[in-house]
Structure formats: structure tokens, C-alpha cells
């Protein structure tokens, strides 16, 4: 359980927060700030999408690591 809440949470906890944004944004009718909150949200997704892509990286970075040392 540890685990996955180190593994996930921040992405959980940015999911979460783009979810209340976005909702912020259907709310405002009519409203300067509506595209704003819109943008934010979709931000929030972009950013999960980096820390997965930062997270394959860094696997990739320890599998290719560990070969090294199995073939020394």
C-alpha cells in the first residue's frame, strides 16, 4: 500500500486537482476566467503525462544500469 502511494500519489493528487479546476471551469458562464481555469486543468493532465514519461525514463535509465553490472 506504501508503495503505491509513493508510486501514485502525487499523480493522484494532481488528477484530483485538475478535476476541481476543470469543474471550476464549467461552472464560470461567462466569466474572463473561464478559458484560464480551462488551460490550468488541462495543464494538470499534461503534467501527469510528464511524470509518467519521466518515470519510464528513469526505469529505463536503472533496467540499462543493472544489465551493466550483470554483464561485468
Known amino acids: 500500500m506504501l508503495k503505491a502511494f509513493l508510486n501514485y500519489g502525487l499523480v493522484a493528487a494532481v488528477l484530483v486537482w485538475a478535476g476541481v479546476v476543470a469543474m471550476m471551469a464549467y461552472r464560470l458562464d461567462d466569466s474572463p476566467w473561464r478559458w484560464a481555469f ?11 503525462a510528464v511524470l509518467f514519461k519521466i518515470r519510464r525514463y528513469v526505469d529505463g535509465l536503472h533496467k540499462q544500469s543493472g544489465e551493466q553490472e550483470t554483464k561485468s
Open 38 to 48: 480551462a488551460a490550468l486543468a488541462v495543464g494538470g493532465i499534461a503534467t501527469v
